[in-house]
């Protein structure tokens, strides 16, 4: 059964708040996430939010650049960069950063812009007018401050919302676009020269929903996974998913899992008498 219930903001809020619904999940903005937590509060209602993000995609200098390549471009550009898990932030340790943006150039200009119908379509449009000038807006902050821009050469269709596969180098912590989430194909690059300064800068982020790590050494995938701040981190690879596995995030990116057993927890209430698991609404 699949039930869509289209409409304003009085929609939601009057789900939430209705005294028959005993479990709320939510998966959106950090912004009406807090709403959601707010409207709860005080209630018995169980409560799951997977919310927004600032992933770190981190490459050391041992990666395979080509398998990098992919799961960069992937990570950012799938679905536009809609994505809570997007890799919008791109760290590159030092001695690649030059030969990995020239190639991941290279590679944006293969893109395929377009009718998000069409099979052959990579990226399509973004999902509202009002989304994409937060995204227009946001990349002009990002000119504004010293970032340098890069976007592929492409014609984008007369109608709907689009905007060009973009890549930000130059990018400082302090910039707009390396601290809040876009939501759109824009990606930021940021360089570092040691896995200690590189686990700083994935951090200082107040979100923490996921995060990837290229190299080929397993003890360094180890040392990043215990010290990343993000609730799933993936290691060569990118926004692969098992249903198995539980999923969410830390921080501002919100509490609670997805899938496998963990996922499962949030949905039942152990009956203290009998020890026995109840279904919840």
């Given at each position: 059964?699949?039930?869509?219930?289209?409409?304003?903001?009085?929609?939601?809020?009057?789900?939430?708040?209705?005294?028959?619904?005993?479990?709320?999940?939510?998966?959106?903005?950090?912004?009406?996430?807090?709403?959601?937590?707010?409207?709860?509060?005080?209630?018995?209602?169980?409560?799951?939010?997977?919310?927004?993000?600032?992933?770190?995609?981190?490459?050391?200098?041992?990666?395979?650049?080509d398998q990098a390549i992919e799961g960069i471009v992937n990570g950012i550009y799938f679905n536009q960069g809609?994505?809570?898990?997007?890799?919008?932030?791109?760290?590159?340790?030092e001695p690649i950063a030059e030969a990995l943006v020239e190639r991941l150039k290279d590679r944006l200009a293969?893109?395929?812009?377009?009718?998000?119908?069409?099979?052959?379509?990579?990226?399509?449009?973004?999902?509202?007018?009002?989304?994409?000038?937060?995204?227009?807006?946001?990349?002009?902050?990002?000119?504004?401050?010293?970032?340098?821009?890069?976007?592929?050469?492409?014609?984008?269709?007369?109608?709907?919302?689009?905007?060009?596969?973009?890549?930000?180098?130059?990018?400082?912590?302090?910039?707009?676009?390396?601290?809040?989430?876009?939501?759109?194909?824009?990606?930021?690059?940021?360089?570092?020269?040691?896995?200690?300064?590189?686990?700083?800068?994935?951090?200082?982020?107040?979100?923490?929903?996921?995060?990837?790590?290229?190299?080929?050494?397993?003890?360094?995938?180890?040392?990043?996974?215990?010290?990343?701040?993000?609730?799933?981190?993936?290691?060569?690879?990118?926004?692969?998913?098992?249903?198995?596995?539980?999923?969410?995030?830390?921080?501002?990116?919100?509490?609670?899992?997805?899938?496998?057993?963990?996922?499962?927890?949030?949905?039942?209430?152990?009956?203290?008498?009998?020890?026995?698991?109840?279904?919840?609404?």
């Amino acid at each position: 059964v699949v039930n869509i219930v289209p409409g304003p903001a009085a929609i939601g809020t009057a789900l939430v708040s209705h005294p028959g619904v005993d479990k709320v999940a939510f998966t959106g903005s950090t912004e009406v996430g807090r709403l959601i937590a707010r409207a709860v509060a005080g209630t018995d209602k169980a409560l799951t939010l997977e919310l927004g993000g600032k992933a770190a995609n981190i490459v050391f200098d041992d990666a395979p650049l080509d398998q990098a390549i992919e799961g960069i471009v992937n990570g950012i550009y799938f679905n536009q960069g809609e994505v809570c898990c997007a890799g919008s932030r791109l760290l590159v340790q030092e001695p690649i950063a030059e030969a990995l943006v020239e190639r991941l150039k290279d590679r944006l200009a293969t893109i395929r812009v377009g009718d998000p119908l069409d099979k052959n379509t990579d990226v399509g449009a973004i999902n509202s007018r009002a989304q994409l000038e937060r995204i227009s807006a946001l990349v002009a902050s990002g000119v504004e401050e010293g970032a340098e821009l890069y976007q592929p050469r492409c014609e984008l269709p007369a109608r709907g919302y689009f905007f060009r596969p973009t890549l930000f180098t130059n990018v400082a912590m302090s910039h707009r676009i390396a601290r809040e989430e876009i939501f759109g194909p824009v990606l930021s690059v940021l360089t570092f020269r040691t896995p200690e300064e590189a686990i700083e800068k994935a951090n200082n982020t107040p979100y923490g929903l996921s995060a990837g790590v290229w190299t080929e050494k397993g003890s360094r995938i180890l040392l990043m996974t215990r010290r990343l701040k993000a609730g799933v981190v993936w290691a060569n690879t990118f926004n692969r998913f098992d249903p198995t596995s539980p999923f969410g995030g830390y921080k501002e990116s919100g509490y609670g899992r997805e899938g496998g057993v963990h996922g499962l927890h949030a949905y039942v209430r152990l009956d203290r008498k009998s020890t026995r698991l109840n279904s919840s609404h």
